[in-house]
């Protein structure tokens, strides 16, 4: 989480609606109609939408990886016929911790740095954004008629307090897509909701574009097999590592049940043999950086941690964080709640009303009077409202601190009416960072070792940077299993401790 104020996400621009019926400047690519034009419009929409889009992630990531990611990329893009110019794509490499990929109209593809450190090699990269640049020749985002937001996180949670927007399975649980970080729903409005008709579009598009470009066409089904197993990890993580599922897979339905239909596919056109570039991928993924970039602060089992904003707070038991770039959402059966910050004068009260305009977005919030205490020795205030839904009443409560005349931070968190204190252990969790614990604060990254006679999964898995399912996160890493055998002289990835 950054020290800026939350901003709003431009979403509008992959999610503008449309006919389904297919465009003139149309092409049949197998039984898929295809754009085959970037429009004046797209190329626009795109411009606008890039730099915030950088903002919500971390913004551009600044290793050597990123000259090759937008070489692979670009030369994957071209395959799909919407420009033969390589020029005509802007590739990014993201610094963010989670798994994702997308693309936006008008020549716009995106890959975190996770992601790719979770790939074996340069086939399976080509094979995402191929998947991802499939999504955008085939125009699914208008094909949705999807209705576009230019609200924040929590804006959006206030037109689902106002009934605005109705709500799923249950109050707690269909808010508990809406409370994420801006960074995510800018990503989710260009992907989630893709049928399952067209996701499988997108992955023949992929699988095509890959024997197009050379590549070997399995590629795309391995990268899905090691998104199911992180997917499945991942579960067994939270509550844990606190970890949300990897959002790639959340944003593009069951990985597993995709590899056999893409497996089938790489046969149809033209099956195993096309090139892996295994060894160049690797000597350009190691060092990157993996995980939580301190400079946006860390996760660490239930605790959150940021050395430069010399904050720390743990959440309670059973609850998952997400960490984003301007907010850290926390999520749980019992409630929802985002940590970020804003503007601060000194005024308090001024603070938190803002903070609940903030939330109510165009519904009428009443909060109680601003309460004061001190955690931590840390001056705190605090203020509950509560408000009507379809599903029931809830209470929406800031909870903020004064860490100096100028900076504040504060909690909002959601719960059913009368359950606001199921957060009192996080709100009182709230600490200062002592320079020595600020500068402990140590990244991971990904380290490429040459296996030695001698060396095991097992042996390996022990040098993993974590105090838990070391040889898990070993074996999804480097897409084997426990009864791997390794041979002298081959690569695989570690994760290890980095200096700041």
């Avoid at 597993?256 to 239909?261: F, K, M, Q």
Wanted: proline content about 3%.
């Amino acid at each position: 989480m950054t020290a800026l104020a939350m901003v709003a996400a431009l979403a509008g621009c992959a999610m503008a609606g449309g006919s389904a019926t297919a465009p003139a400047d149309a092409r049949t690519t197998g039984e898929i109609k295809t754009a085959t034009t970037i429009s004046a419009a797209e190329r626009k929409q795109g411009a606008d939408a890039h730099p915030q889009l950088l903002q919500e992630f971390g913004g551009a990531y600044s290793g050597s990886q990123t000259a090759y990611v937008g070489r692979v990329g670009q030369n994957i893009a071209v395959q799909s016929g919407l420009s033969n110019a390589r020029s005509d794509f802007t590739v990014t490499l993201l610094n963010s911790p989670v798994n994702n990929a997308f693309a936006i109209p008008g020549g716009y593809i995106y890959v975190t740095r996770q992601l790719m450190a979770l790939m074996n090699d340069e086939a399976e990269l080509a094979g995402v954004l191929g998947h991802e640049v499939g999504h955008v020749a085939a125009q699914h985002s208008k094909k949705r008629q999807s209705a576009a937001t230019r609200n924040t996180i929590l804006g959006v949670l206030g037109a689902v307090l106002g009934g605005a927007i109705g709500d799923q399975g249950g109050l707690l649980g269909g808010l508990g897509g809406l409370l994420q970080n801006n960074a995510m729903q800018v990503a989710q409005l260009a992907t989630l909701g893709f049928s399952r008709g067209q996701e499988l579009e997108a992955d023949q598009l992929g699988v095509q574009y890959l024997r197009s470009a050379g590549y070997d066409t399995l590629a795309l089904s391995t990268m899905l097999a090691s998104l199911a197993n992180q997917t499945s990890l991942e579960a067994r993580l939270s509550g844990g590592d606190a970890r949300s599922l990897p959002e790639w897979a959340s944003t593009h339905p069951d990985p597993a049940s995709r590899v056999r239909n893409a497996q089938t596919l790489a046969q149809r056109f033209g099956g195993s043999g096309g090139m892996r570039n295994a060894d160049t991928f690797l000597a350009s993924v190691d060092g990157v950086l993996y995980g939580d970039d301190p400079a946006q602060g860390v996760v660490e089992g239930r605790e959150f941690i940021h050395p430069d904003l010399r904050l720390r707070f743990t959440v309670p038991n059973g609850y998952g964080m997400q960490n984003g770039t301007t907010a850290v959402t926390v999520s749980g059966n019992g409630g929802q709640a985002q940590f970020t910050t804003g503007a601060y004068n000194g005024d308090m009260n001024a603070y938190i009303a803002s903070a609940f305009r903030v939330v109510a977005g165009n519904t009428t919030l009443s909060p109680g009077t601003v309460q004061r205490t001190t955690v931590g020795g840390i001056p705190a205030y605090y203020s509950v409202a509560r408000a009507n839904t379809q599903s029931g009443q809830v209470d929406v409560t800031v909870f903020a601190y004064e860490f100096s005349g100028s900076s504040a931070f504060h909690f909002v968190a959601l719960t059913k009416a009368g359950g606001a204190g199921t957060f009192n252990s996080m709100f009182n969790s709230v600490r200062r960072l002592s320079a020595s614990e600020a500068s402990a604060v140590r990244p991971r990254r990904i380290d490429v070792v040459t296996v030695q006679s001698g060396d095991t999964v097992a042996s390996l898995s022990r040098r993993m940077a974590y105090t838990n399912y070391q040889s898990e996160r070993f074996q999804v890493l480097n897409r084997l299993n426990a009864g791997s055998r390794l041979t002298p002289g081959q690569k695989v990835k570690i994760v290890v401790y980095a200096n700041r």
